[in-house]
């Protein structure tokens, strides 16, 4: 069965597969390193795996190292900086920060500000975005927040649900995603209105990201944990905004669709003007590398992950 569309692959360049020593079973977190070493979280093992660029496994923690009975809980967001701390966020209100080695540094706890499901991490702004619920506040919807890396200062918060959209639905399927470019504009993902947003900074100012994507149909409303299983199975009746990924100047957005192909994606450039769409895969995107290259796992087959990158851009290094 053809995994991709032709539009996929006229879009993207298959670099190479990566069979991983040690076997996952599903992805709930990634990120690529500086070093082109790959950090994801496995669930439900709830095990954080550090592997080589050819799939050598190098470190399998978890939990930060606090105590021995600490554990990570479940990870929604991993991030990577220049020096190679690694940011694990939880879902217990916690964001971990740990060297390149997996040795602890430090935790910011952020049980007020809710669960954490994306994180982002801006060095020339010195900042680390995160966005995520208040655990068991339906009311209060999807917030994101920035901090100082140095102190770890609370700067500001943006990002909220329109009030009559707040108490249709579940805070559990609320799972944000974010990135930042070069210029620290953040787009991220904002699942319970379903659509793509860009945040400035500076002005505090944040607008509907202009892409084709937030036309799409978003899943019925329901309110009740019984009906969440049954709407989201109806395949073809919807398709949501799941993931969103900076590339140098381009904007890569994946929906969640189901049929005829699980995900598509669209590319952008940082304007939302639309360059390319009804790019086709039954591949799962689970995150990218500090170069920009995009990787994929094949939920029939998970422990082999697929690189691509975006042809036509220039990569650090390449």
């Known amino acids: 069965m053809d995994l991709t569309n032709g539009a996929f692959n006229r879009a993207f360049l298959k ?16 990120v ?3 070093r082109q070493d790959i950090w994801l979280f496995d669930y439900p093992s709830l095990k954080l795996r550090k592997y080589s660029p050819r799939g050598r496994c190098i470190l399998e923690l978890t939990g ?13 967001g991993l991030a990577v900086d220049s020096q190679g701390r690694v940011y694990v966020a939880n879902t217990g209100g916690r964001i971990a920060i740990l060297t390149s080695e997996g040795r602890y540094l430090r935790s910011i706890v952020t049980k007020k500000m809710g669960v954490v499901t994306a994180l982002a991490v801006d060095e020339k702004r010195n900042s680390l975005y995160m966005s995520g619920t208040p ?12 901090f100082e890396l140095t102190d770890w200062k609370h700067i500001d918060s943006f990002l909220d649900v329109p009030s009559e959209v707040r108490t249709r639905h579940l805070t559990s399927y609320n799972f944000g995603s974010l990135d930042v470019d070069a210029d620290g504009k953040v787009f991220i993902v904002h699942q319970v209105v379903h659509g793509l947003f860009k945040y400035d900074p500076i002005s505090r100012k944040l607008v509907k990201f202009p892409g084709r994507s937030q036309y799409y149909r978003p ?3 329901f309110s009740t944990t019984r009906d969440i299983h049954e709407i989201l199975n109806r395949e073809g009746e919807w398709s949501r905004v799941a993931k969103v990924w900076v590339v140098g100047p381009r904007i890569i957005v994946a929906i969640m669709q189901h049929t005829p192909f699980k995900y598509l994606l669209e590319v952008y450039d940082l304007n939302g003007h639309l360059i390319a769409t009804d790019l086709m895969t039954q591949l799962t995107p689970v995150g990218r590398d500090q170069q920009g290259h995009l990787y994929f796992y094949d939920e029939a087959h998970p422990s082999t992950l697929v690189e691509y990158s975006l ?3 220039s990569h650090e290094g390449e």
């Open 15 to 30: 670099r190479r597969q990566i069979r991983l020593q040690k076997s996952i079973t599903r992805i709930l977190a990634f």
């Open 32 to 34: 690529g390193d500086y």
């Open 64 to 76: 930060p190292g606090i105590t021995k009975q600490d554990t990570f809980g479940i990870v929604f």
């Open 135 to 146: 655990a068991g506040r339906i009311d209060m919807g999807q917030i994101a927040h920035r």
């Open 219 to 221: 899943p019925p409303d």
């Open 311 to 313: 042809r036509g851009i």
